[in-house]
């Protein structure tokens, strides 16, 4: 059974902080793929970045960074110098086939 | 402008009454998945479809039906909804060559009292 643990439930963060968000995910697929969304307060959801199992290369996108590791099978996401416009829900998710599972999320929140 | 839109927006409605949630997108996605947002349990897969006639149980299929007769609309049946599935609903579309990058449709809330 695939599985996406996000074991940050909720984070609180002063503005310029960095943070960084942990997802674990569980497969025995061994072509898969990884996704990272973020839902702001209107809720919508965003797609940020998607990571494919084959290609364990980081990412960096502005703020934006993303570490992905299948040593330890997870996909953590860094958002550095933290805006308050960074303060949403982010889901990570694991996609094998046309199946997908979602992480819990985690409530980030900037404070000025 | 891509989009994928969702009707209606908002829906209180009584257990055992038939309703259907529609999707629609305008990018000729192939793929259309619906999923169901509850605090603390993320978003779960409740159906997808990769084409026109074909579709897959996700991992919260029961109480729902779908079907898939136009590429570009994937409708969402209650055939006789109960308060448990009061909930935001999502409708997603992607394509196979972009690995299913998925996009979301605004959400519908429903619920069912």
């Known amino acids: 059974a695939q599985k996406v643990t996000q074991a940050q439930t909720e984070i609180s963060v002063v503005e310029k902080e960095d943070v960084t968000l942990d997802c674990v995910y569980e497969?025995?697929?061994?072509?898969?793929?990884l996704f990272w969304y973020k839902q702001p307060p209107s809720g919508e959801l965003v797609f940020l970045i998607r990571r494919n199992s084959f290609d364990e290369q980081n990412e960096i996108s502005g703020r934006y960074s993303w570490n992905f590791q299948k040593s330890t099978s997870s996909f953590n996401f860094t958002i550095t110098a933290s805006q308050v416009v960074d303060s949403a829900v982010y889901f990570c998710?694991?996609?094998?086939?046309?199946?997908?599972?979602f992480g819990p999320g985690t409530r980030l929140s900037v404070l000025p | 402008e891509a989009q994928v839109t969702q009707n209606p927006r908002y829906l209180i409605t009584v257990t055992g009454k038939k309703l259907t949630v529609t999707c629609s997108q305008n990018?000729?996605?192939?793929?259309m998945s619906w999923y169901r947002q509850d605090p603390g349990l993320g978003l779960r897969q409740i159906y997808y479809s990769m084409n026109v006639e074909v579709t897959d149980k996700g991992d919260v299929p029961e109480g729902y039906k779908v079907s898939r007769k136009e590429k570009r609309n994937f409708p969402l049946i209650l055939e006789s909804p109960s308060p448990n599935q009061t909930s935001l609903y999502f409708c997603?579309?992607?394509?196979?060559?972009?690995?299913?990058?998925?996009?979301f449709g605004p959400g519908t809330r429903l619920t069912v009292t």
């Open positions: 997603a579309s992607g394509e196979r060559d972009t690995f299913y990058e998925q996009y």
């Open positions: 497969t025995r697929d061994t072509t898969y793929y």
């Open positions: 998710a694991l996609g094998s086939g046309q199946n997908f599972v």
């Open positions: 990018m000729n996605h192939e793929y």
